[in-house]
């Protein structure tokens, strides 16, 4: 296993580099190419919704539609959240976002076969009530971009993997004082799903402004 440092701006070209290469190209009047499901995991202190935000407009440049989602538009009824009160790692862990409804309206309908036809949200968390979005139509070719939290190991259906990893030491530094709490929950994701020894692509994040890229032999 190599680690490979990179600059933020040249972690954003490779991720799109690889991107538009899975996409492959754009050919007019050629066969309409797939759309691509890409997951940008990590926790709130490595920032995922930051990096995917970065790859919106180098993958437009690329001639690719994007749309981006967001997990935390997707999360369960504050009932449901905070069931066993509002600071519950288990239930952070075990049942927070609405993945259910990430895939019914958005990952099937993006994937292979589906009607593109997908819901950007689906409840917003300040009013504790349904988005009430408009379904997007997302065209052949298209990059669907998720960003968010403990997105993988519950079989979610995404094409492209990428997880940004922070050691504990970072992850306790880096998170919020009003997160610490979810911290267990991120222990617990480490440990039964290790996404850092599956996603596509990992990214030693514990310094974000010295990322590094993960290589394996």
């Known amino acids: 296993m190599r680690v490979r440092p990179v600059s933020p701006e040249r972690l954003v070209a490779e991720l799109t580099e690889r991107v538009l290469t899975m996409a ?15 997951a940008v995991d990590g926790p709130p202190a490595a920032a995922p919704d930051r990096l995917a935000d970065d790859l919106v407009d180098p993958l437009r440049a690329g001639s690719r539609p994007v749309l981006r989602i967001r997990a935390e538009d997707f999360l369960r009824p504050a009932s449901t ?33 589906g009607s593109g036809r997908v819901l950007p949200s689906l409840w917003d968390a300040a009013t504790d009530r349904a988005s009430r979005a408009a379904y997007v139509d997302l065209p052949p070719g298209a990059v669907l971009l998720v960003s968010g939290a403990l997105l993988l190991g519950g079989g979610l259906p995404f094409d492209l993997t990428v997880h940004l990893a922070l050691s504990p030491a970072a992850l306790a530094r880096r998170t919020d004082p009003e997160l ?34 993960v290589e394996s032999p």
């Open 24 to 38: 492959g190209p754009v050919v007019p009047g050629g066969q309409r190419p797939g759309r691509l499901r890409v």
């Open 81 to 113: 959240r905070y069931e066993q009160g509002r600071t519950n790692p288990d239930s952070y862990y075990e049942g927070w976002t609405d993945e259910a409804g990430l895939r019914r309206e958005v990952l099937d309908p993006a994937g292979p076969g």
């Open 180 to 213: 610490r709490w979810t911290l267990p929950a991120f222990d617990r994701y480490a440990d039964e799903v290790a996404p850092a020894t599956f996603a596509d692509v990992v990214v030693r994040a514990d310094d974000p402004r010295h990322p590094a890229v």
